[in-house]
């Protein structure tokens, strides 16, 4: 594993596309438990990721077996970003562990996921679906993999509350269109930066619940 800075990621849209990430380009994982006594392990690869289902496959690599006891943490590195997480074992045999998805992962500070700053003369715009159906068009002050913030006049701040889920149904940025997005922080724009009544929303992007 890498010296460098690790961070949490607790956000499960990111955490699901960093496992599918791993899954397609069958990046090696190391697999233990009490590594510091035992000094066992077993590499394999994630061979496959049920979103719907929240488990990840893992399958031994050629000559090893997974010795592990399902009652006990389960740890995992990957070189992938120099992942590393832990996780609970589900169902499994020698060659193949069925896996829950893990709710925290660490990885390296690798500043990938870069925030794109529009600025407050924003031209991007997004729409979102509102109660009943009803749709808003908001400017974006910034976007990220995993969230976004809009700006919007006093009038329709008041429409938005924290935890609120809102649909993205069309958007000048094409990779978020069909995206949930919650709501995380409100605020007013300090009005040194812009002399209109002008507010901000935070959100970050989730899963969709399936039915």
């Given at each position: ?8 990621i607790a956000n499960a849209h ?90 925290i992962v660490k990885i390296d ?83 040194v930066l812009t002399s209109e ?15």
């Amino acid at each position: 594993m890498s010296d460098n800075e690790k961070i949490d990621i607790a956000n499960a849209h990111v955490i699901r596309k960093i496992l599918k990430d791993i899954s397609l380009g069958k990046y090696p994982v190391r697999v233990w438990q009490n590594i510091e006594t035992t000094h066992k392990f077993t590499d394999g690869y994630v061979i496959g990721y049920r979103g719907t289902e929240a488990k990840m496959v893992v399958k031994a690599g050629k000559g090893e077996k997974f010795f592990f006891e399902k009652s006990k943490e389960t740890f995992f590195h990957s070189t992938y970003k120099d992942l590393i997480f832990k996780s609970r074992i589900l169902n499994g045999d020698l060659y193949e562990l069925v896996l829950a998805k893990p709710i925290i992962v660490k990885i390296d500070e690798l500043r990938e996921n870069t925030r794109k700053n529009f600025g407050l003369n924003t031209y991007q715009t997004v729409t979102l679906i509102m109660k009943e159906g009803q749709e808003l068009k908001v400017n974006v002050l910034d976007v990220s993999e995993d969230g976004m913030c809009i700006l919007l006049a006093k009038r329709y701040f008041q429409l938005f509350s924290e935890h609120q889920v809102f649909e993205v149904s069309k958007s000048t940025l094409p990779q978020i269109v069909g995206k949930l997005a919650c709501v995380k922080n409100m605020a007013q724009v300090d009005k040194v930066l812009t002399s209109e009544n002008v507010f901000r929303i935070g959100f970050e992007f989730v899963d969709r619940v399936e039915e």
